[in-house]
Each structure stands twice: as structure tokens, then as C-alpha cells.
């Protein structure tokens, strides 16, 4: 069993629907990291959390580390939102990586 | 301005050589890492370097040499490619003794071994 799992692993959606994409871990962690990882191959952080939430336009992330579980939400998810989202968890310097999900938002 | 740097891109080899791709940051950051993603597109981590200094070498064959000449390189050796080997690498920075840990990745290098 993976020590990160994040559900669903695929996701499609109508453009301007909300999106969740939920990352349940189950190591003790010093930071959560949720990454795009874009048709094209290239990797962007999109969020470091290691309590609470946080928003980037339309993108907020959750964690709740008591239950080790983080969301990402997707509001008025547009097809360029298209894209592998990637969870990772830090212990100290190492980082264990989930298997993504791929969002297909159709226009 | 590229943050973080990788060369080449593409790599395509026979098996038994031995290949070098080149990682550098201009991020002023004191962490690298080298990540493979297999053909499922799963990441796993493989070195991760502070201040030019190994702190993480995950079970990787020791035909894999990763090499930091100063903390805005780290360069991933590879001898006598293995089939198994080929794969997507990606380089990555981070400032970690300053307590931001947000990684910068880099493009990554397609390698295919013949």
C-alpha cells in the first residue's frame, strides 16, 4: 500500500464545475506539497501546507493533520486546468509522492 | 529567466553506455534533488543534496552517481544504462535551512535507453 493515496485517479468535468481531489497519507509529515504536472511534462508547486489552508485564485488547498488529509479544490475549473495533480508529503528531507490524478476539464 | 535548468532535454542512448544529465538553479537555493518518474508517471525521489552535501540517497542502483560541484549544480551520472533505466528525470531546488521548503522543478530529461 502506498504511503500517499489520492482519490479519484481520474477526474473528468464540465468547465466551471468544482473540483476536489483528496490526498489521505499515512506517514507522519512535516509539510504537504500539492504539484501540477502539465500535459507537456513540466512540474509546478502549487501549494506547500503544513496546517490550516490556503488560496491561490482559484485554487485552495486544505490539510487536516489530526485525520492526514489534504484537499485540493478547483473552483470554476476551466479546460486549461487539464493536468496530472500530483500530492506529495515531506518527512524532514525525504518526499513520498502519490500516484496523481488526472483532470480532464471539457469545454 | 529559468529557474531551475536541466540538459539536455531528450536523451536517447544504447544500453551499456554511461550518460551524464547536468541540473543547475539560479534560485540561490541550498537543496537539489533528482526525481525519476517511471512510464506510470509515478515520482519517486532518488539524491537530494544540501550545500553540496548528500542527504538523501534512496535505493538506487550505485550505477547512478549524482555529482554537486557547487550548490547551484547537481549532475546525474549514469553508467552502463540499463533498459529498466529509462524514464523521465527531474531536477529539483529548494531553500531548505530557511525553512521554506516549496520545491522549483525543473523541465526534465526524457531518457530512453535502447
Known amino acids: 500500500k502506498n504511503e500517499v493515496e489520492q482519490s479519484p485517479q481520474n477526474l473528468t468535468a464540465q468547465e466551471g464545475e468544482f473540483i476536489t481531489i483528496n490526498c489521505s497519507y499515512s506517514?507522519?509529515?512535516?509539510?504537504l506539497h500539492w504539484l501540477q504536472q502539465h500535459p507537456g511534462g513540466g512540474i509546478v508547486s502549487l501549494f506547500m501546507?503544513?496546517?490550516g489552508k490556503k488560496k491561490h485564485g482559484r485554487l485552495i488547498a486544505t490539510i487536516n493533520i489530526q485525520e492526514k488529509h489534504s484537499s485540493l479544490h478547483i473552483t470554476a475549473s476551466h479546460p486549461r486546468d487539464s493536468a496530472v495533480y500530483i500530492c506529495?508529503?515531506?518527512?524532514?528531507?525525504?518526499?513520498?509522492f502519490g500516484a496523481g490524478t488526472r483532470l480532464t476539464v471539457k469545454p | 529567466d529559468t529557474a531551475v535548468s536541466q540538459t539536455p532535454k531528450y536523451l536517447v542512448t544504447q544500453m551499456g553506455n554511461d550518460k551524464s544529465i547536468k541540473c543547475e538553479q539560479n534560485l540561490g537555493h541550498d537543496t537539489m534533488y533528482w526525481y525519476k518518474q517511471d512510464s506510470k508517471k509515478f515520482l519517486k525521489i532518488m539524491f537530494s543534496y544540501n550545500n553540496k552535501e548528500l542527504i538523501i540517497n534512496e535505493t538506487v542502483p550505485n550505477r547512478f552517481s549524482p555529482k554537486s560541484p557547487d550548490k547551484a549544480h547537481l549532475n546525474l551520472h549514469i553508467n552502463s544504462l540499463e533498459l529498466g533505466d529509462s524514464a523521465v528525470y527531474f531536477c529539483a531546488s529548494s531553500q531548505l535551512l530557511a525553512g521554506g521548503k516549496e520545491q522549483f522543478f525543473g523541465p526534465g530529461t526524457r531518457l530512453t535507453v535502447l
Open positions: 506517514v507522519g509529515i512535516s509539510a
Open positions: 501546507l503544513s496546517s
Open positions: 506529495a508529503v515531506r518527512e524532514n528531507n525525504d518526499m513520498r
